[in-house]
Structure formats: structure tokens, C-alpha cells
């Protein structure tokens, strides 16, 4: 699922010129993606991370 969680913030980013939400993107985008590539190094095949 981390994949997906990076191509939506990439594609959410593409996005941001043409409505002009960088502040949505970078608020809501950027801290879910870190966020989930941080629990899935320790919890790793683990509910948690999935």
C-alpha cells in the first residue's frame, strides 16, 4: 500500500496548479505519505502497516 499512498500524493501534486491547493496537498498529502512509510519500516507484514 505504500506505493499507491506516493503515486496519489504525486498525482494530488500534479494536480495543484490547475485548483491551487498547495496547502491542502503539502497539509494532508505529504504527512499521510511520511507517516505511513514511517510505521511500515517497524511494523513491517504487521496489521498496523497495512
Known sequence: ????VWAMLLFSLALVPRYGTWREALAIGLPLAVSASLLMHPFKERFLSR
Do not use: F, H, N
Request: charged residues 0%.
Open 1 to 4: 500500500m505504500l506505493v499507491p
